[in-house]
């Protein structure tokens, strides 16, 4: 069963800095695209960052330059080094990996990220 790993979530002040982790499993097969999404309370699930297999990055407007998605293929695994922390970057942050054959997007179970003022 393919299944997604995350770490790295927490509790830091304003202005820290957290590195989140997603790591699939050898049973994956072949990744294509891979991306960060976030949910704070009572809101939509918002798109944060993608990166292609061919390391191509986009961001959202929000974190753009704080924010630097990257992967490592040789473990699967792809990361979120969050920077410049702000309050309004509390939700629940969720890895997504797409694989192409048979077609599927496989999502991690979320890890919460909490800034305080």
């Known amino acids: 069963q393919v299944q997604l790993a995350e770490s790295g979530g927490g509790l830091v002040q304003a202005g820290g800095s957290l590195r989140l982790s997603c790591a699939a499993s050898?049973?994956?097969?072949?990744?294509?695209?891979m991306a960060w999404y976030r949910q704070a309370p009572g809101k939509q699930r918002d798109l944060v960052a993608t990166?292609?297999?061919?390391?191509?990055?986009n961001y959202a407007d929000s974190v753009k330059g704080r924010f630097t998605i990257s992967r490592d293929n040789a473990k699967n695994t792809v990361y979120l080094q969050m920077n410049s922390l702000k309050p309004e970057d509390t939700a629940v942050y969720y890895c997504?990996?797409?694989?192409?054959?048979?077609?599927?997007?496989?999502w991690g179970q979320g890890t919460q990220v909490t800034v305080s003022s």
């Open positions: 990166i292609t297999s061919g390391g191509s990055t």
């Open positions: 997504a990996v797409d694989r192409i054959r048979p077609p599927n997007r496989f």
């Open positions: 050898r049973n994956i097969g072949v990744i294509t695209a």
